[in-house]
Nanobody, 123 residues
Framework: QVQLVESGGGLVQPGGSLRLSCETS????????IGWFRQAPGKEREEVSC????????YYADSVKGRFTMSREKAKNTVYLQMNSLKPEDTAIYYC????????????????WGKGTLVNVSS
């Protein structure tokens, strides 16, 4: 059974920082790709950052490049998303997802999803 559990969301002022965590079950670590996606109210889900199992260089969406950093810690079966210089437009539910068939950063190819964690950037 593959399980993904996100944590770390909350309310933060513009310009602030948050670190999201995604703890995965042991077998989730056999992925081809793992990533962070987000969905803002009234908008479609979009990719934020992804990393392939064979690659150490994460992909970042243009909207977060230079502000967000994705990392992983295999010993803890956990991936992280460090979010700095947060903007109101970053407000969304953030999801962790993994694919066992593709390393593309595409929500349509993800096989398993967490339930999400809410990030609210507001003054």
């Amino acid at each position: 059974q593959v399980q993904l559990v996100e944590s770390g969301g909350g309310l933060v002022q513009p310009g602030g920082s948050l670190r999201l965590s995604c703890e995965t079950s042991r077998y989730a670590w056999d992925y081809y790709g793992i990533g962070w996606f987000r969905q803002a109210p009234g908008k479609e889900r979009e990719e934020v950052s992804c990393i392939a199992s064979h690659d150490d260089n994460p992909y970042y969406a243009d909207s977060v490049k230079g502000r967000f950093t994705m990392s992983r810690e295999k010993a803890k079966n956990t991936v992280y998303l460090q979010m700095n210089s947060l903007k109101p437009e970053d407000t969304a539910i953030y999801y962790c997802a993994t694919s066992f068939s593709s390393s593309s950063c595409d929500a349509d190819v993800m096989d398993y999803w967490g339930k999400g964690t809410l990030v609210n950037v507001s003054s």
